[in-house]
């Protein structure tokens, strides 16, 4: 202890002794205020707060040193979450009697906590856990907010101030009512906010809000027949808007006690729900799904008896015959003995958000966010900090595609009436990758009709598929773009070329940027050509760099596919260097495209490599971006 602290040390002791000699005795309070401060206690056991409280105050003007009276007001008022307004009344009942009060070092200690006080809440409930003769409830309530207030401060440590300012903004009377309103679920284009109600504070029931300018529009029941008696809840809607898979609990046609349902948007509007069957519905507890933006892996909640706690993530993904698969629990590393809960996994499909009690944190349930690895993995869970987290429950969190707005249910102070739905902004280091999209149709390019294809979005860097989405029976389909990436983008059906293109989004432009790509595919036909456009060599090199594999691996996939097939691979260059180097470079280059193909058991005789030079150009080569089109390898089919 350094001379400064022992100076305050023996100050506050001194504070003690004077204190101590004006001891409080709650005996000698009159008996009519005795009295009205039972009835306040009564009106507080019954939550009428707001009567509690006029009573306290009644009993302070009275006598304002009535210790009992600035207590209780404070832990209703802490109670309550008013934190910021709890302290000073704890420290006026300490400085009336320090002896008398330090009873209540564990709920003052809870106030500063609240307060973001992390540093006195520690000293304050250190000191509670030194009173002698504990009992052992209340020495575990201490020693489990001891351990939440270091790891606040551990976390302060490790995260200094980077200019941030928390502020939280309620959506207003459009979206928010006298009822509790939470989960809210959004589209990918942020205009769709979907949320669940509970109507009358009884029936459960989602309704859903447009975005036009900066505003919500009046929210109205979801149509269609979703909507019934029974309580329907705890949603997610696809990114597409086509999809919504919810909780209900209890129903007719569930399997336990909540299931997982579906309903798909119809032009009359959401279908009736569909059970989502014996797989990932069991007799026990399903519930909270989020699903990922290619509508292929379904992440939700549940207890089960061979799970690692109350409550654990899982996830299940949808098979090649449409159905889904047996859900996988998403293991230790995210899952404790504790509950976890509230998946959400953003439009980027790299950033996953849940809430835990069992991950170290601030105290009750905390938002945490995991991010996929290189190899499809997740990684180490990371708590949000403070002040995203509190010393309170925290939960329903969806974060929109800027990867910047946020949105999630609280019961705060400027509530419309039990919980409501606000929106702030999230801190940079939390936030997922923004994320762009394409949509489009596929077609036959002879006919013109729709195509159900497969669409592919590969990171060129890892070769990890980050989405894989099936159009619709038309051809149409949503691709999300997380930015910060260069990808390869295939569309494959059988019977046709693959599509090959690309998007180059490591370093994007500033202003956000959506997509629209009709995309013709080309049926397998002697003549049908392709621009590889995701092969990559060296400049004046032919060696394969290793982000082309991915690519000629499809190649490689159609040829095996199509085992009569036979292809020419033509390299092109631009018009720099001398005519005969970029003949001999575009005949190397596209040898090495056969080589490659040849190394995986593709038949010599089925290939033909062609380099044509600077000859067929497709752009102009007076201009950088130009010369990148004429440098190119291309596959044409020569014989089926």
């Not at 009276?69 to 309550?80: F, M, R, Y």
């Not at 009992?135 to 941030?164: C, I, M, T, V």
């Not at 077609?443 to 729709?450: F, H, I, L, M």
Request: charged share 20%; hydrophobic share 35%; net charge neutral.
């Amino acid at each position: 202890m350094n001379d400064m602290r022992l100076l305050l040390f023996f100050v506050l002791l001194s504070s003690c002794t004077v204190v101590s000699s004006q001891r409080y005795d709650p005996a000698k309070v009159s008996k009519p205020l005795s009295v009205k401060y039972g009835l306040a206690l009564n009106e507080a056991k019954s939550r009428n707060y707001a009567k509690a409280i006029q009573l306290l105050d009644e009993c302070i003007a009275a006598d304002p040193r009535f210790v009992d009276a600035w207590l209780s007001k404070a832990g209703i008022l802490s109670e309550t979450r008013q934190y910021a307004a709890s302290v000073p009344l704890y420290r006026k009942a300490f400085s009336l009697d320090s002896l008398y009060s330090s009873s209540y070092l564990l709920p003052f200690s809870i106030a500063l906590a609240g307060n973001g006080q992390f540093e006195e809440a520690l000293e304050r409930v250190t000191r509670f856990l030194e009173k002698p003769n504990l009992n052992e409830r209340l020495e575990k309530a201490a020693r489990y907010r001891q351990n939440s207030y270091r790891f606040a401060l551990e976390w302060q440590q490790q995260h200094p101030p980077d200019g941030f300012v928390y502020r939280r903004t309620n959506l207003g009377d459009s979206i928010n009512t006298v009822f509790s309103e939470y989960f809210p679920s959004l589209t990918i284009d942020g205009k769709q906010l979907v949320f669940t109600r509970r109507v009358n504070n009884m029936n459960e029931d989602f309704y859903t809000s447009e975005q036009t300018g900066s505003s919500w529009s009046r929210a109205r029941p979801l149509p269609g027949e979703l909507n019934t008696a029974d309580n329907e809840g705890a949603q997610t809607i696809s990114q597409d808007g086509q999809w919504l898979i919810f909780t209900g609990c209890n129903m007719e046609d569930g399997e336990g006690s909540c299931d997982l349902f579906i309903s798909y948007l119809t032009k009359n509007g959401w279908s009736r729900r569909q059970n989502m069957g014996r797989r990932i519905n069991t007799e026990f507890w399903e519930s909270q799904p989020s699903l990922s933006p290619d509508k292929r892996a379904l992440y939700f909640a549940a207890k089960h008896p061979s799970g690692l706690g109350g409550s654990d993530l899982y996830v299940s993904y949808l098979q090649p015959n449409g159905q889904w698969g047996t859900p996988e629990n998403l293991g230790t590393g995210i899952n404790t003995a504790g509950d976890e809960s509230s998946p959400f996994i953003h439009p980027d499909n790299l950033t996953l958000y849940f809430t835990s009690s069992g991950h170290p944190g601030y105290g009750g349930t905390d938002l945490f966010l995991v991010r996929r690895q290189p190899n499809g993995s997740w990684g180490t869970p990371e708590n949000l900090g403070y002040p995203i987290n509190t010393i309170d429950d925290e939960g329903t969190l969806t974060i929109a595609s800027d990867g910047v707005t946020a949105y999630y249910a609280s019961d705060g102070t400027d509530s419309r009436g039990g919980l409501d739905l606000y929106t702030f902004r999230l801190p940079q280091r939390v936030q997922p990758f923004r994320t762009l999209w394409v949509t489009g149709k596929v077609y036959d390019r002879n006919t013109g009709e729709g195509l159900p294809s497969a669409v592919e979005l590969t990171d060129l860097q890892t070769g990890y598929t980050l989405s894989r989405v099936q159009t619709n029976e038309d051809g149409s389909y949503l691709i999300t773009l997380p930015v910060g990436k260069n990808y390869a983008f295939n569309v494959n059906r059988r019977g046709y070329l693959f599509y090959s293109g690309s998007f180059a989004l490591e370093a994007p432009q500033q202003q956000d940027t959506t997509y629209t790509l009709n995309i013709p595919l080309v049926p397998l036909e002697a003549g049908a050509a392709v621009v590889l456009q995701n092969i990559f060599f060296s400049t004046g090199a032919w060696e394969l760099q290793p982000a082309s594999l991915g690519e000629l691996d499809r190649v490689v996939q159609l040829l095996n596919d199509n085992p009569t097939l036979r292809i020419e691979l033509i390299g092109h260059t631009d018009n720099v260097g001398k005519p005969a180097d970029n003949q001999l470079l575009s005949q190397n280059r596209a040898r090495a495209v056969v080589n490659y193909l040849v190394s995986k058991g593709i038949a010599a005789g089925r290939l033909q490599a062609r380099g044509m030079g600077a000859t067929q150009p497709v752009a102009d080569n007076s201009t950088e971006a130009g010369r990148a089109q004429n440098r190119r390898t291309e596959l044409r089919v020569v014989g089926r």
